[in-house]
């Protein structure tokens, strides 16, 4: 029996998905070859990436909008410095809201002028910012809609009149937004996509080509449109699980019928959290994020107990993160509501026992 | 049966390397999770990449010699890009032998003044020059071991009192040479090593810190190696794979067992190559690779009716380079011999339906 996995990134993947990935391996295609070892440039692999890229667009709405979806290496961490590459002429905005932004922060300081609009460093990232003012002479503005390690995500996107661009990782594909208010949106894929080794970038071509320094090919959102993503090798294995991911999310109902979903388990975790004296949460209640739920035991005693308790549980992927501390449940797109359950009974279990 | 792969990259890898890779999909470590699911800093998947890095190490010689080895995303695309960022503070010498050292050259000249020392554009890259001088006040030389699309192979490397820098992609665990003499050593995993999605670095940690720029973290070689290749998630299943085919290879005796198998593949080829009339070669005959093998029909009449025989014979991947046109056939590490025979058995049956 499988386990439940709250593991926050890489994380889990819906069981089908990994069945045809595992397949795969050994014969993709009913070629008598294995995905690994097949030509990128061969019609088979065309035909996944190009498929990865419509469902993308599909699942977003963002059809016909003036829209390019890329599927590149080298995590969100190298979109922080593409990003700035690509866009930042003299000055950006950034929104300040946890690890994340504050490493995106730093690598766009090496292109330009760089105003932190807000930030909630102040309180350990415990909360998102709000009635902030974006300079309408910056080159973009830039946000991070979940922060992962804290366990807030961004409830309302400023309006603007700039280009907005927002680093989706840990929740793009969860919950419905207006996208097209969007002009460049990235995500690792190991959450709601798929394995580490692939990133999509959903990207405006209008905001392209308006800065003068020289871009190297390898950096250049131009080079990878122009290529379809072909400019060189793709990671194949992690873009092909990643198309079978949106595929699944597809036939289920897309991004509405996900979203009420995600709502049930993080309602029934939270309410928990909130009704069970023995926890507490660690972030301010109407910044929750639906993606990963941050707690912490109101007894630092029971400490042992509770990490037994879920352990049997055969729950994985608990522990919050180092700067954080206590409990970090992740609940993607794929994790079964009788996970988020199983997690509840073992909070009530403790209270029984305490 | 599996097909007869003779594909340039991503192409054939062993057997058991595949078994083992679709297993871990589905169930990793025996611990009821995916291997796509666990997080990368999880212990077993910390041993994967220690592993895989100590591998590399034993099987290039370099252990405790000053070597690190990085396991990082982007391709060799991306290092010809790091390569300059990191080493080139005033001018760089490049030895130009295809494609790949064209684009090398190409994203290291927005770095500073770059000497190319010898070419061989000037017939189509099927040779290697020889007999060039490199400054010896350039930062570095660069070249290019082996040429994937030309089928053109360095046998002799410069003796050099610069740091040396080698893209081994195509060649790299396939023959013995002296790995010390080289100062950085950057490979695509997608032809001896693994799936795409990582590139492995060996690089001697004295060349670093030289340049006076400042290098955006995820460009930066000292980054990398301060994390030991985990300052992001890594491209997590393609650097297990590589790590299961590092651990073949060794299990096999290492690269000089590989380079009698490589090298008894090669002539089977070549032989077949220079006796049957209906073929010729198409690069110099002491420059020819021992791992991608490129010729042509001497009577290209006969195109459809080989084409046919090799295709019925369930060989794959045996169309030349669009820029070369003809043939090419690559004999990675894990082509077994009898798929050079059949290859042969091909060529002798068109010359007797000739």
């Known amino acids: 029996m499988k386990k439940h996995n709250f593991s926050a990134g890489p994380c889990i993947l819906p069981e089908e998905v990994l069945q045809k990935a595992s397949e795969a391996v050994i014969n993709f295609n009913n070629d008598d070859l294995s995905l690994l070892e097949i030509s990128h440039r061969s019609k088979p692999f065309v035909d996944v990436m190009e498929h990865a890229r419509a469902l993308t667009l599909e699942l977003l709405g963002l059809e016909n909008k003036g829209y390019k979806v890329l599927f590149l290496q080298g995590g969100a961490s190298t979109q922080f410095l593409m990003a700035a590459y690509n866009l930042l002429n003299k000055k950006a905005a950034y929104l300040n809201t946890g690890t994340w932004a504050d490493k995106a922060i730093k690598e766009a300081k090496l292109f330009g002028e760089l105003i932190e609009v807000a930030s909630s460093k102040d309180k350990n990232f415990t909360y998102i910012p709000k009635g902030y003012k974006v300079p309408t002479d910056a080159d973009y503005f830039h946000c991070t809609s979940n922060n992962t390690i804290f366990g807030t995500q961004i409830k309302e996107f400023p309006e603007l009149d700039i280009p907005m661009v927002c680093d989706m990782s840990s929740d793009i594909f969860s919950r419905q937004l207006d996208f097209s208010k969007f002009d460049l949106i990235y995500a690792g894929a190991q959450k709601n996509m798929g394995p580490a080794g692939t990133t999509v970038i959903i990207i405006k071509e209008d905001i392209l080509g308006k800065v003068e320094r020289t871009i190297p090919s390898m950096l250049s959102y131009k080079t990878h449109i122009s290529k379809d993503s072909m400019f060189n090798t793709p990671a194949v294995f992690p873009v092909y699980v990643s198309m079978l ?59 042992d107990t509770f990490d037994s308790l879920w352990k049997e549980a055969r729950i994985n992927g608990l522990n919050g993160h180092r700067s954080v501390g206590g409990y970090r449940a992740s609940m993607y797109n794929a994790l079964p509501l009788y996970s988020v359950q199983a997690l509840v009974d073992t909070m009530r279990e403790l209270e029984r026992k305490a």
């Open 245 to 303: 991911t949106l595929q699944w999310l597809k036939d289920l109902g897309g991004i509405p019928f996900i979203e009420k979903v995600n709502q049930k388990k993080a309602d029934l975790l939270y309410n928990e959290i909130d009704r069970n004296p023995l926890f507490q949460g660690v972030v301010a209640t109407e910044d929750r994020s639906i993606m990963n739920a941050t707690f912490t035991l109101t007894n630092e005693t029971l400490k």
